[in-house]
T-cell receptor, first 111, second 113 residues
Framework: DQQVKQNSPSLSVQEGRISILNCDYTNSMFDYFLWYKKYPAEGPTFLISISSIKDKNEDGRFTVFLNKSAKHLSLHIVPSQPGDSAVYFC??????????FGSGTKLNVKP | EPEVTQTPSHQVTQMGQEVILRCVPISNHLYFYWYRQILGQKVEFLVSFYNNEISEKSEIFDDQFSVERPDGSNFTLKIRSTKLEDSAMYFCASLGQGNTEAFFGQGTRLTVV
């Protein structure tokens, strides 16, 4: 059931630079896409979402881009901070019954 | 800020024993979920629950698993006869009507020995 894929298990970025995390999906019926941030031994924390009818959503340092034709979304963090170091999960839903999660990308922001 | 709370934070149990993981979703939320994450692996969907019944369940959610909303506030996951491979972090989540994102609890670490 790999409907949401994150192909990069890890990413290392220098503080102050841009972090770009990528996600691909297969189901064109998804209506919302979300990014969650997760620290070890904690639950996923909601970060930002985007509706399938939009192509961009911005919230402070975080911007999510959606390319429906490519079935691809990305999360941009600018500027990256050491506190952003965590595992980032892409998720998608097409009804209320289930959120599909990617396998996660571990972001390391180096001071 | 409203949050999803889970108890206990850590549960150690012997193989074959029954465990009940407890969750208090956000008040007024209508959709409830259990997910789990085996160490180092992806977050896996187990089950969703709406209107006092299961909406959807995964292949993982076999006859050993059950969920219940015994009152207006708690949402529980029961594993009847635990196996070693049930060791994982179990996350409860809830979603409000009209909301986009599900809110997750801090998780219960289940260790089966």
């Amino acid at each position: 059931d790999q409907q949401v894929k994150q192909n990069s298990p890890s990413l290392s970025v220098q503080e102050g630079r841009i972090s770009i995390l990528n996600c691909d999906y297969t189901n064109s019926m998804f209506d919302y896409f979300l990014w969650y941030k997760k620290y070890p031994a904690e639950g996923p924390t909601f970060l930002i979402s985007i509706s399938s009818i939009k192509d961009k959503n911005e919230d402070g340092r975080f911007t999510v881009f959606l390319n429906k034709s490519a079935k691809h979304l990305s999360l941009h963090i600018v500027p990256s901070q050491p506190g952003d170091s965590a595992v980032y999960f892409c998720a998608a839903r097409y009804n209320f019954n289930k959120f599909y999660f990617g396998s996660g990308t571990k972001l390391n922001v180096k001071p | 800020e409203p949050e999803v709370t889970q108890t206990p934070s850590h549960q150690v149990t012997q193989m074959g024993q029954e465990v009940i993981l407890r969750c208090v979703p956000i008040s007024n939320h209508l959709y409830f979920y259990w997910y789990r994450q085996i160490l180092g692996q992806k977050v896996e969907f187990l089950v969703s629950f709406y209107n006092n019944e299961i909406s959807e369940k995964s292949e993982i959610f076999d006859d050993q698993f059950s969920v219940e909303r015994p009152d207006g506030s708690n949402f529980t996951l029961k594993i009847r006869s635990t196996k070693l491979e049930d060791s994982a972090m179990y996350f409860c989540a809830s979603l409000g009507q009209g909301n986009t994102e599900a809110f997750f609890g801090q998780g219960t670490r289940l260790t089966v020995v």
